[in-house]
């Protein structure tokens, strides 16, 4: 399968990837290309940011969570019919699972055979760039490093000897570089990025943003790196999703809940799932005739107040849940579930109170990370001694817990961290994990057929 492809990466967090990525998806969308955006690792806001840029659904590819032929193939179901695939990259380069290359950009750029773009912090060098843009050359020389853009250049000199001493010294092209007065700044808040759904950066910052690339960096030469990118065989595998039959579940979806993998949703499509939005901001019941509930995380603590007085929305999860309806519920979508949000300056905010305890916002991060699970008791998407892969990024901690509550996951995280979540009360499961349903099949799977169970049972 031939399918231009780039990816652009960075030696740290912080040094313009995101910048530069939109910026050149803006400027490939103004020359009329369809541009098939993905990003390395588990992240739900930067996909939102290349969504509202692309006009596509951005993808998460990650070589942690995944095996390689499940990357490869959600890589070219998506990327078919695009003029060019941008695959923004996470952390450094080589940054990984622990002290390995699983997970990292560089490993992601291997299993993709995609060529590298380096995107380089040079406020404080010149020269030197060279000897740091060569150590990233020789750490891994199976990664195609193709190409160098250079932020923060204080002039046009400054460019140049930078520009010189790379080529020179490392025969890899820079192909441009944004300005330091420039001041391109994405606007965040007190847990990143501010999400694209929610509040769209201005027209304005766009266009200087697409200006500043298309005077600054060689597109042309992007295009020619990524049409360079050899042809990807894919491996023929039994893990397809089958379809295991036809139910209706309910997805969460508004300003309050809005992290979730495009690939979760379609591959619960292709088993067989309706899939039906609703909002528990703004309506007042659930869809009617649902097999199962899809609550995803995002900020419900930023909206707790108009949460807590939906209150015929909250009643009807509760009931709903008592009468055995299948409900799956992910981070934020774990903390509606409680019994009261306790919001960042104490105020406390009635939720659907299906589990007998406080989600609290903490001012500290509460974790961050991968994390390993080990399923200890039967639930609606796995069973007793699975083994499961997943991501966590949260700042609230459950508080008050009442003695009936149970929890399905042992996890793991690190070397010496081990706690317990996924908590599970007749057939709902709220858990702070994220789960990318490509990394096992089959957690979509029993989704499914539990959704089917309940259905038979109406």
């Known amino acids: 399968m031939n399918c231009p492809r780039i990816v652009f990466a960075a030696l740290q967090s912080g040094s313009g990837k995101t910048t530069v990525t939109l910026g050149v998806m803006l400027v490939l969308r103004k020359m009329g290309l369809k541009v098939?955006?993905?990003?390395?690792?588990?992240?739900?806001?930067?996909?939102?940011?290349h969504g509202a840029v692309c006009y596509r659904s951005s993808r998460n590819l990650d070589s942690w969570l995944m095996k390689p032929a499940a990357i490869l193939k959600l890589f070219a179901a998506n990327a078919k019919g695009a003029d060019i695939s941008v695959i923004e990259g996470v952390m450094g380069l080589y940054d990984g699972f622990r002290d390995t290359e699983y997970g990292s950009t560089g490993h992601l750029a291997n299993i993709l055979k995609a060529p590298v773009i380096l995107i380089l912090n040079a406020a404080s060098f010149s020269r030197s760039a060279a000897a740091i843009v060569l150590?990233?050359?020789?750490?891994?020389?199976?990664?195609?490093?193709?190409g160098v853009i250079l932020n923060n250049i204080g002039s046009l000199n400054h460019y140049h000897f930078a520009k010189s001493a790379i080529e020179k010294m490392t025969k890899i092209p820079v192909l441009g570089f944004l300005p330091k007065e420039a001041r391109i700044k994405l606007p965040?808040?007190?847990?990143?990025?501010?999400?694209?759904?929610?509040?769209?950066?201005?027209?304005?910052?766009?266009?200087?943003?697409?200006?500043?690339?298309?005077k600054n960096i060689d597109l042309p030469g992007i295009l020619r790196i990524s049409r360079k990118a050899p042809g990807l065989i894919l491996e023929e595998t039994s893990n397809a999703p089958r379809g295991c039959g036809k139910v209706t579940i309910a997805v969460a979806r508004d300003k309050a809940f809005n992290f979730y993998y495009q690939d979760n949703l379609d591959i619960l499509?292709?088993?067989?799932?309706?899939?039906?939005?609703?909002?528990?901001?703004?309506?007042?019941?659930?869809?009617?005739?649902?097999?199962?509930l899809y609550i995803g995380g995002g900020y419900p603590e930023l909206?707790?107040?108009?949460l807590s007085a939906n209150l015929r929305m909250r009643e009807d999860v509760l009931r709903y849940a008592g009468c055995g309806l299948l409900i799956y519920a992910e981070c934020g979508g774990l903390m509606y579930l409680v019994r009261n949000i306790v919001d960042f300056q104490g105020k406390s905010f009635p939720m659907c109170g299906i589990f007998n305890c406080a989600a609290v916002m903490?001012?500290?991060?509460?974790?961050?990370?991968?994390?390993?699970?080990?399923?200890?008791?039967?639930?609606i998407l796995s069973r007793k001694g699975d083994k499961i892969r997943a991501h966590t990024f949260h700042w609230s901690y459950l508080k008050d817990l009442s003695k009936d509550i149970r929890f399905?996951?042992?996890?793991?995280?690190?070397?010496?961290r081990v706690y317990e979540d996924g908590l599970i009360k007749e057939n709902v499961l709220a858990s702070y994990a994220h789960l990318h349903f490509a990394s096992d099949i089959n957690l979509a799977r029993n989704f499914i057929k539990s959704c089917l169970t309940y259905k038979g049972k109406k």
Do not use: C, W
């Open 36 to 49: 098939q955006p993905f990003k390395a690792g588990p992240d739900y806001l930067d996909p939102m940011q």
């Open 362 to 379: 903490s001012n500290k991060r509460q974790a961050l990370g991968y994390i390993e699970i080990e399923v200890r008791k039967d639930n």
């Open 188 to 214: 965040e808040r007190h847990l990143g990025l501010v999400p694209a759904g929610e509040k769209r950066a201005d027209a304005g910052l766009y266009a200087k943003l697409r200006a500043l690339v298309e």
């Open 135 to 146: 150590g990233a050359k020789e750490f891994d020389k199976k990664v195609n490093l193709a």
């Open 303 to 306: 909206f707790s107040a108009r």
């Open 269 to 292: 499509k292709n088993l067989g799932a309706r899939l039906v939005e609703f909002s528990p901001l703004n309506d007042k019941s659930l869809p009617a005739g649902i097999d199962g």
């Open 408 to 416: 399905t996951y042992k996890v793991t995280k690190g070397k010496d």
